[in-house]
């Protein structure tokens, strides 16, 4: 399998310009275009298995969201928001829209339709964060999303697991070896379920941060916290954006998830897009869509007959 291609897109802000980063895999020239984005403190490369399994079918789009990965942190810390993320995911869209074959006449043309009407399918995968970031895409009007699959996550997120995720997010723990820094992974990570030793360095490699120092910690800005900041956590209540979705709609939940709770995701199946649900068991929050029956889920939604 090829490396993905790096790439980066120019986004704004009202206090400047950030780049965002992502990995492209597949032939660019594809017209069907997955995108797929990461939970709250994770990054682009969480979907390395579940892109290679794709590409010879779509054109994937893995970017890191401002703030982690090798993406820009924000200058103004409360931008750590979904205002935000809708406007950065928005530019991305509008890049991978584009035709990579600009020279010519043909090119050219690829291009102004391109900006008109944009690609003729994007997919979205959204885990946790990335996924109710699609989930409000998918409910705008005139939304490019054709396809959603949301990862453990949905219109109706519990305070219990806000609290629970508080604990944790933001808080910047220096470790003196990477070994180290893999058993913290694994610790607040548990709730992903059974990982197989190399799927953990993975997760933790591209999630690390060496320090001048030599000491290991993780790759984000420790304030994107900020959201939890600013007093206690209440219930997240989106069901008046899920039920005006009306693409496709694939929900994905972790059998012992806290964040998608089973009710919510039941009730999910009968009002908006009225959305296929399929549980994974000895699993919390969220599948990381490493494990092959979790992969094959996924592709079988997205390159089924629409």
């Known amino acids: 399998m090829p490396a993905p291609r790096q790439r980066m897109v120019q986004c704004a802000s009202p206090k400047g ?31 390395d298995f579940l892109a290679q399994a794709l590409a010879d079918s779509c054109r994937v789009v893995c970017p890191d969201v401002a703030g982690r ?40 043309l690829a291009n102004l339709l391109a900006r008109r009407h944009g690609p003729r399918s994007i997919y979205w995968v959204g885990t946790s964060m990335g996924g109710m970031l699609g989930m409000l895409l998918a409910a705008c009007p005139n939304s490019p999303i054709r396809k959603l699959v949301v990862n453990d996550v949905g219109p109706l997120i519990p305070k219990a697991s806000l609290e629970r995720i508080a604990t944790y997010v933001g ?28 799927q953990w360095r993975h997760l933790t490699l591209h999630g690390a941060k060496q320090h001048a120092d030599g000491t290991w910690g993780m790759r984000y800005d420790p304030d994107l916290a900020a959201p939890f900041r600013k007093g206690p956590q209440q219930d997240v209540n989106l069901w008046n954006y899920w039920d005006t979705i009306t693409c496709p709609t694939l929900i994905l939940r972790g059998a012992e ?33 490493m494990a092959a029956d979790q992969i094959k889920v996924v592709k079988d939604f997205l390159l089924a007959p629409e």
């Open 17 to 47: 310009l950030h780049r965002i980063s992502y990995l492209e895999w597949g032939d660019p020239r594809n017209e069907r275009v997955l995108v797929c984005v990461h939970g709250l403190t994770r990054n682009c490369r969480d979907f």
């Open 69 to 108: 990965g090798r993406s820009d942190w924000l200058h103004n810390k409360d931008s750590y928001s979904y205002p935000q993320y809708m406007a950065d995911a928005n530019a991305l869209i509008a890049r991978v829209s584009a035709s990579p074959a600009a020279a010519g006449w043909l090119g050219k």
């Open 171 to 198: 808080k910047d723990p220096r470790f003196k070896t990477f070994a180290e820094l893999e058993a913290y992974v694994r610790q607040v990570s548990a709730p992903f379920g059974p990982l197989t030793d190399a």
């Open 257 to 289: 998830s806290d964040l998608l709770l089973k009710a919510t995701a039941e009730e999910m199946q009968t009002r908006g897009p009225r959305a296929r649900l399929v549980e994974f068991a000895g699993v919390g929050h969220a599948p990381m869509l």
